[in-house]
Nanobody, 124 residues
Framework: QAQLVESGGGLVQAGGSLRLSCAAS????????MGWFRQAPGKDREFVAV????????YYADSVKGRFTISRDNAKNTVSLQMNSLKPEDTAVYYC?????????????????WGQGTQVTVSS
């Protein structure tokens, strides 16, 4: 059974950095898009960043563009999210996600697989 496990969340001051990682198991995701979504308290889950299976295509939410960078290592079946210049409004539970199709579809329609989530808290 496919499983996504996140790590790297925590508490950081505004302006700081964190790196989230997601390890996939149970199947090979090298041909699947992977990405990150987040959900803040009282808000709907929202798209953050996605990357294609080859790593050649990425999409970012406007709110994180220029501050976050998504990457993947298909040899290790992992995807990462480097988050710089963090703001209090980035506080949320961050979820790793994957689908069986393209990065565009993952962004537009959501994933086929979810991780359990990791908390990111940015203090002002």
């Amino acid at each position: 059974q496919a499983q996504l496990v996140e790590s790297g969340g925590g508490l950081v001051q505004a302006g700081g950095s964190l790196r989230l990682s997601c390890a996939a198991s149970g199947r090979t995701f090298s041909s699947s898009a992977m990405g990150w979504f987040r959900q803040a308290p009282g808000k709907d889950r929202e798209f953050v960043a996605v990357i294609s299976g080859s790593g050649s295509t990425t999409y970012y939410a406007d709110s994180v563009k220029g501050r976050f960078t998504i990457s993947r290592d298909n040899a290790k079946n992992t995807v990462s999210l480097q988050m710089n210049s963090l703001k209090p409004e980035d506080t949320a539970v961050y979820y790793c996600a994957a689908n069986r199709g393209t990065a565009y579809l993952l962004k537009q329609l959501g994933p086929d697989y979810w991780g359990q989530g990791t908390q990111v808290t940015v203090s002002s």
